[in-house]
């Protein structure tokens, strides 16, 4: 794809966001997530260290802010790419953490999940995460994903092609405190 036609995709995702953020009333948290409450709608679900989502607990799905992530790697260069992603994480972690001590809202959320494309790392920090179940759902989910990391960040888009898989995470409430709580550095 020619520059000013990734910059036409580039920008058009960015709108995208902010459209899909107002509609589904995202709330930000940092720099590089989204929060949406909501209550938890599948079968009953065993956390790391013991928590167990039954039907109708209130959980938060998390976003990531694409717009903030691509502005961060284009200032440090996109060579840095996974090095500014994990430092931003880290970051946006310990902030979820605090709002989660001090935000009267968010004191029964039991846990916290949403999909990505990137492969599962985090489980020394509580994070679980497994494969989407290849149905048509999780195909469709996957060629935006695809689209959505080429207008964001080409180069990695490349890099990982057609071997993008998207994947479920889930980090119980005890798990983000243990982990990231008075501004904790994960282990």
């Not at 036609?5 to 580039?10: D, G, I, M, Q, T």
């Not at 990695?156 to 994947?167: E, H, S």
Request: charged fraction near 25%.
């Amino acid at each position: 794809m020619t520059v000013p036609a990734w910059r036409v995709l580039n920008a058009a995702f960015r709108g995208i966001e902010r459209v899909y953020c107002r509609f589904h009333r995202l709330e930000p948290v940092g720099s590089l997530i989204f929060i949406q409450r909501q209550r938890y709608r599948g079968p009953a679900k065993e956390l790391v260290g013991g928590v167990r989502l039954e039907p109708g607990v209130p959980v938060a799905e998390l976003h990531f802010n694409n717009s903030a992530l691509s502005r961060e790697q284009a200032a440090r260069g996109r060579s840095h790419g996974g090095f500014v992603f994990a430092r931003l994480l880290v970051t946006a972690l310990q902030t979820l953490a605090d709002k989660v001590q001090h935000d009267p809202e968010l004191q029964n959320v039991a846990g916290f999940h949403g999909v990505t494309w990137i492969p599962p790392h985090g489980r020394k920090v509580g994070f679980e995460a497994e494969p989407l179940p290849l149905t048509w759902r999780a195909r469709l989910r996957g060629a935006y994903l695809r689209v959505l990391l080429y207008a964001f960040n080409p180069a990695t888009a490349r890099r990982v092609g057609k071997r993008l898989q998207p994947y479920e995470f889930w980090l119980s409430r005890e798990q983000l405190l243990e982990h990231f709580a008075d501004g904790r550095k994960p282990r």
